[in-house]
């Protein structure tokens, strides 16, 4: 068994843990072990704590915000001999001074924005997985499944949710392609349509073949006749499905996005 290290933290200690291992790294050979207290949020919780860690001969290593608990460990620490480090208060005073602000002093806040950061995380790895038909066996589990032809505006629309939290995920509609069983194992109320003009998709489209190296006056891809096919199929799959449709025409992606939380009353993510 290493030497000890005492973890002291008003939450769940993550943040002192990967502080000292951080540090750690730079002691080669220094085997130790770690004594963790967590949610020490009280005077009355330190005694015993160090009495346990003098008892293994540990260095403190707290991580604590609120001023009246930080401030006794670090004195009854002294006065017990025992070798503590403060890792947030000097840190935590510097920038009151520096910003003219006080702290909020409330432990698990780092925790909170942790969790928001995995689940935006995790909501666009799943929005890339199932972006433009992919991995559809995953449509039911998605918090929104979005519809639409070819350049109106799916992908971008997706990402954007994602970020906010949301897993998304979008299948193009094609005629010559059927959508595959599990689209209509989706409860319609987290299913939307994207629909477009003709002439505003006309020109997208046209605009993508340049870019691609191509000619948009020969390919079918941009031409009306093809374009107005691939949208009233578009219309009459979002029908069968029962999902509302917006008009992405000239609107921006916050604007559609809010428009679809806000009837969706789907519940706020991040």
Known sequence: MGRPIALISDSTGETAEYLVQAVLTQFQGLDVSFLRFRFVDSVEKIGPILEESKANNALIVATLVADEVRISLMEQAANMGLEAV??????????????????????????RMDDKYFQRVKAIEFSIKCDDGKSQNLLPTADLVILGVSRSG????????????????????VPEVAPQD?????????????????????????????????????????????V??????????????SCK?????????????????????????L
Not at 154 to 173: C, D, E, Q, R
Not at 203 to 219: Q, V
Not at 229 to 237: P, R, T, V
């Open 182 to 226: 599990h689209l209509w194992k989706v409860d319609s109320g987290r299913c939307v349509g994207l629909l477009i003009s003709p002439e505003k998709l006309m020109r997208i489209r046209k605009d993508r073949l340049k870019i691609m190296g191509l000619d948009p006056d020969t390919s079918v891809y941009a031409q009306e006749k093809r």
């Open 228 to 241: 107005l096919f691939e949208l009233n199929y578009a219309k009459e799959i979002m029908v069968k499905v």
């Open 154 to 173: 799916k992908t971008p629309l997706s990402m954007f949710l994602a970020n906010k939290g949301y897993k998304v995920a979008n299948l193009p509609l």
């Open 245 to 269: 449709a917006y008009d992405t025409t000239d609107r921006s992606i916050e604007e559609i996005s809010q428009n679809i939380l806000d009837d969706m009353k789907i519940g706020k993510r």
């Open 86 to 111: 403060d890792l947030l208060g000097p840190l935590q005073i510097s920038l009151s001074s520096w910003s003219g602000m006080n702290p909020l002093q409330m432990p698990g806040l780092l925790r």
